[in-house]
């Protein structure tokens, strides 16, 4: 096998970072001019690449890729607003706060009931994600924050988001975190029970020596969030007990959606 010149390699290297730095430069004009059309909307190609500074002929390709993946709408005329992908996004994100504010007081509940902090989450992009957490007194703090974004087949409350789906979608799921769908037939088993109990456990699954249930949230009665707690083996010693206890503040969140349902 023959080596490669170091001299090429490092032409080679450079390329390839030239190539990320193009990228990424595209990526921060796009940006730019997305907030532009949000400040200033009904602009043309010359008027962007005006406020903007750049070259009309980058300024019409970016333009056009915006338009042709929906997050800019381009007008009769030639002007340009933002497009529905963008208002889509935003309504999401509204959707997340408010979603947020309607089960904080809920998960101060639990954890009152439980002395365990108590989290929100929501399935996004084949991962469940963390939205709200309450931590409790407890001196053992678990390693969960807003955001933060885990394999929902392995974790309490990613089975709850995950308990009323088909089996397609649950092997979706599983081939975007793996891959491989060889534990398909288990975890359907699971989330059958799961949606039959109303809660779903993680016992050390996700995490040596803790303990994790949650509960479906629903709206129109699909699963829109769950809510959990997650605690050592001896902060959590009867699952049932817990299971059935966090079980009854979802179907209040439940509720509580169905007739605040316009606002989130």
């Known amino acids: 096998m023959k080596s490669v010149p170091k001299r090429k390699r490092a032409a080679t290297e450079t390329n390839k970072t030239s190539e990320r730095n193009r990228h990424v430069g595209s990526v921060v004009r796009a940006l730019i001019i997305l907030e532009l059309l949000g400040k ?31 997050y ?3 007008e009769d005329g030639g002007k340009h607003t933002l497009g529905i992908r963008v208002l889509s996004l935003a309504g999401q994100a509204n959707q997340g706060i408010a979603l947020r504010r309607l089960a904080l007081p809920f998960l101060g509940e639990i954890v009152n009931a439980t002395k365990l902090g108590a989290h929100l989450a929501v399935l996004n992009s084949g991962e469940a994600v963390y ?11 678990m390693d969960i924050w807003p955001g933060k974004r885990v394999a929902p087949q392995t974790t309490a409350i990613g089975k709850a988001l995950m308990c009323h789906m088909n089996e397609d979608d649950v092997r979706g799921i599983l081939t975007l975190q793996s891959g491989t769908v060889d534990d398909l037939q288990s975890l359907m088993e699971d989330l059958a029970k799961t949606k039959a109990r109303r809660y779903a456990t993680d ?4 995490a040596r020596g803790v303990r994790c249930v949650a509960a479906p949230v629903l709206l129109d009665g699909k699963v ?41």
Not at 40 to 64: C, D, E, I, N, Q
Not at 226 to 234: D, E, H, N, T
Request: aromatic share 4%; net charge positive.
């Open 40 to 70: 200033r909307g009904g602009l043309g190609v010359s008027a962007v690449s005006h406020y903007t500074g750049y070259a009309k002929s980058s300024t019409s390709y970016l333009l056009r890729t915006l338009v042709k993946h929906g």
């Open 72 to 74: 800019v709408n381009k």
């Open 131 to 141: 939205l709200e957490r309450i931590e409790s007194s407890s001196f053992i703090k």
């Open 203 to 206: 016992d050390e699954q996700h």
């Open 224 to 264: 829109v969030a769950s809510i959990g707690v997650s605690g050592s083996k001896g902060e959590l010693p009867d699952i049932p007990k817990i299971g059935a206890g966090i079980s009854e503040v979802a179907v209040r969140l439940s509720r509580k959606l169905e007739i605040d349902g316009s606002k989130v």
